[in-house]
């Protein structure tokens, strides 16, 4: 019997007191569930269950929709941008972040994206079909992988496998990776680019599991495609580290794997969890957002079990390689026709900052949460996109503004130590309409030596603080950074670019209490 892709559609994809610490070696499975009186949670640490991270889950993602590349990343003549075009504002904000890697050039653009019209001296304009809007092509895959030195990140290409081909991907590989031999490599050195760029990281396809997605696939074809993809690209270079589009469906999945699995290194899944496609205006409130704040670990959880029931346990790792709470809004698109101006001009609203709250920021530190705890398995998260749209970092004219979300990434980047340490919590509930989830969340890492520890705390509750009780560390002090907002709705935008940012406090936990703020996230760091 042929498989045929599953029936999947983007809303498919878009469902979406104290703190008691103690050190303690044995399983957390064997600890008491209850939160004693007068506590808003436990939390156990197990010390020996240590996993290093991989820092890629801090990654993210630049696609050549709306305004991310052009007017965004890139914008030639601007008196903010370089002799090249890179916006030196956002350059420098970027670096920030200490971003690992990006994600290029989409999404569903790449769908009818041919690398070719991007390059050389002589650039030409082309129609994008999945979004029905004439691209320059004046930022192709040179300015791509120079704007990634810039920033100081890794580059990662999603390939076409929609109207593409396995040899159109395997001559993209050469071009950017053989040193001589090749009519790509010395296409690349003619157009003043004589080493290699080295991109090591490529996927096969953007969610051709969607009847939507330009050159959509069945589950049959899909396999077969990846597959020979695969070998033909891996004929350029060994080396390549790939990756696949992929679910949480073992009905797509299971068949990819049987075929292609060989091939790969990661499955690349993705995640939207409020629905905004169509209604762009009306994103889900702080309490909405917070009921869902654990569906994103569900979908890990799904993808390791996929993995595992098809035998590639500790062979294949996951790539969350497009996550955001907001789904990006471009209703009657992919594939809209060229003469929807009207539906084109909507997209403006995505970029309307009072959208992007405290909401954002504490969906995104559960998001990424929930990876550190699969660390074992999950290896790389890309927020989606990076500029613009959704993005940490608005663009506009004059300047940039941080979102709330721009300020969880840093924290997350700069504060927290190598390794992952198993971490219990047993926590009271935050309820609404009929849905509930822990108050409080929390990961904790620990340095290489295991002298020091940083815990990332999240408080979801909008009105209400949290007192923390933390045993064993009597007698310290400790840093506490804090985000969080004059309202579980504040956010940041050009004329209050500032609302909401870290700030930093001493924690003394010499008696074994610290607070933490409502609708917030802190991180405690400690030398122990």
């Known amino acids: 019997m042929t498989l045929r892709t599953p029936n999947l559609t983007r809303r498919d994809f878009a469902a979406g007191g104290a703190l008691t610490l103690a050190m303690a070696a044995r399983p957390a499975a064997a600890l008491d569930m209850a939160v004693p009186a007068g506590l808003d949670a436990v939390v156990t640490i197990d010390p020996t269950r240590k996993t290093r991270f991989n820092r890629m889950i801090f990654g993210q993602f630049l696609e050549h929709f709306h305004r991310q590349v052009y007017g965004g990343a890139f914008e030639p003549g601007s008196p903010l941008s370089d002799r090249a075009g890179f916006r030196l504002d956002v350059v420098q904000a970027l670096r920030e972040l200490r971003i690992p890697i990006v994600r290029w050039p989409g999404g569903c653009f790449v769908s009818a994206y041919h690398w070719m019209d991007g390059v050389g001296p002589k ?46 991907m395997s001559n993209w590989v050469e071009y950017c990776n053989l040193r001589e031999q090749g009519s790509f490599s010395r296409l690349r050195r003619a157009n003043g680019h004589p080493n290699p760029f080295d991109v090591r990281y490529w996927s096969i396809g953007n969610e051709n599991y969607f009847p939507t997605e330009i050159g959509s696939k069945t589950t049959a074809e899909w396999g077969m495609l990846v597959r020979e993809s695969a070998k033909l690209m891996r004929a350029v270079d060994s080396k390549l580290i790939l990756l ?11 068949p990819l794997l049987k075929v292609a699995g060989g091939f790969l290194n990661y499955i690349s899944i993705h995640g939207y969890w409020d629905a905004l496609w169509e209604q762009g205006t009306k994103p889900a409130s702080y309490m909405q957002c917070m009921m869902r704040s654990r569906q994103p670990e569900g979908q890990i959880e799904k993808a390791i079990k996929v993995i595992a029931d098809n035998g590639f346990a500790g ?31 909507m997209r403006d609203e ?6 992007y709250t405290m909401a954002d920021a504490l969906f995104s530190a559960s998001f990424l949460n929930g990876c550190l705890r699969h660390a074992d398995v999950v290896e790389m998260a890309c927020m989606a996109p990076v500029i613009n749209v959704r993005g940490p970092l608005f663009v506009h004219p004059k300047g940039v503004v941080k979102r709330t979300t721009f300020h969880v990434m840093q924290m997350y980047s700069d504060l927290l130590q190598p390794h992952v340490v198993a971490t219990h919590i047993a926590a009271a509930p935050l309820a609404s309409d009929g849905a509930s989830v822990p108050q409080i969340d929390a990961i904790t890492t620990v340095s290489d030596d295991g002298g020091k520890m940083a815990i990332a705390i999240i408080n979801r509750h909008p009105t209400q603080g949290a007192r923390l009780r933390i045993a064993g560390v009597g007698g310290r002090q400790g840093r506490l950074d804090i985000l969080d907002g004059d309202s579980p709705d504040a956010f940041n935008d050009v004329a209050r670019p500032s609302r909401v940012t870290p700030r930093q406090i001493t924690a ?21």
């Open 123 to 168: 650039r030409t304009p082309a129609f994008n079909k999945p979004w029905g809007v004439e691209d320059p092509n004046t930022f192709g895959t040179d300015e791509f992988v120079q704007w990634c030195r810039l920033i100081g990140c890794e580059p990662y290409i999603c390939t076409n496998a929609g109207t593409g081909g396995f040899e159109e």
């Open 244 to 254: 696949a589009a992929a679910t949480v469906d073992s009905e797509w999945t299971a």
């Open 315 to 345: 062979k294949i790792k996951i790539a969350f390689d497009e996550w955001n709470l907001r789904s990006w809004h471009h209703p009657g698109f992919p594939g809209g026709g060229a003469d929807r101006v009207d539906l084109i001009g």
């Open 350 to 355: 995505n970029d309307q900052n009072a959208t």
């Open 508 to 528: 003394d936990v010499s008696k074994g209490t610290v607070m933490v703020t409502p609708h917030s996230l802190s991180i405690l760091s400690l030398t122990i």
